[in-house]
């Protein structure tokens, strides 16, 4: 079966600061794996993904990722965090074995203060 | 790119009152479809999801349904609603491969 962790229910970070936010990962099969990010009383907006190819992998609004298959993570990184950044932040995965839905982490809240 | 269009936006009905929330999708043909709830602003449950017309499993018993009457339209509904069906419901659609993309969602208040 497939499940998504994120460890950190709220990760707080100043402005300017690197920020990381985790993600681990068990699939069956190979993985497809997301991230989103949501505002309140928002939907989830696409941030990036990994299907395959470089292990790191950039996306919307400076945000990027690493796939590591060895300790199955996936976590979201930001070289410089701005306060616009707070939000919730979701890691997703779809096992290429059963390809149809996808399954979420309970999501964590970043926030940037000033 | 696809576009999830969901509605309202907002939603307030009586206990024991019907429900319907529809989603379309633009953008793409053929997608799969999903309904999530989202409780108390965390974590994302499935409820339902769509490979193709009138194909629809299910993922959680309870007091709603979900139908595909068109290839591009997902439809959540209830019959009659608990307190508990308040939640904030978003409409999902991606390809097989391809990330999913949202509705903006509906937050459904039962009183």
């Known amino acids: 079966a497939q499940s998504v962790a994120q460890p950190e229910d709220q990760v707080n970070v100043a402005e300017g600061n690197p920020l990381t936010v985790k993600c681990t990962y068990s699939?069956?099969?190979?993985?497809?794996l997301f991230w989103y990010v949501q505002y309140p009383n928002r939907g989830l907006q696409f941030l990036l993904k990994y299907i395959t190819g470089d292990n790191l992998v950039k996306g919307s609004y400076g945000f990027e990722a690493e796939f590591n298959k060895s300790q199955t993570s996936f976590h979201l990184k930001k070289p410089s965090a701005l306060v616009s950044d707070s939000a919730l932040y979701f890691c997703a995965v779809r096992d290429d074995n059963y390809g149809q839905n996808f399954v979420f982490g309970p999501g964590t809240r970043l926030s940037v203060l000033p | 790119s696809q576009t999830i269009h969901q509605w309202p936006a907002t939603l307030v009905q009586p206990v024991g009152s019907p429900l319907s929330l529809e989603c379309t999708v633009e953008g793409t043909s053929n997608p799969n479809l999903y309904w999530y709830r989202q409780a108390a602003g965390r974590g994302l449950q499935l409820l339902f999801y769509?490979?193709?017309?009138?194909?629809i499993s299910s993922e959680v018993p309870q007091n709603l349904s979900a139908s595909r009457p068109q290839d591009r339209q997902f439809i959540l509904s209830s019959k009659k609603l608990l307190l508990s069906d308040s939640g904030f419901y978003l409409c999902?659609?991606?390809?097989?491969?391809?990330?999913?993309?949202f509705g903006q969602g509906t937050r459904l208040t039962v009183v």
């Open positions: 699939v069956s099969g190979n993985p497809y």
């Open positions: 769509s490979v193709g017309i009138g194909q």
């Open positions: 999902a659609g991606g390809d097989r491969v391809t990330e999913a993309f």
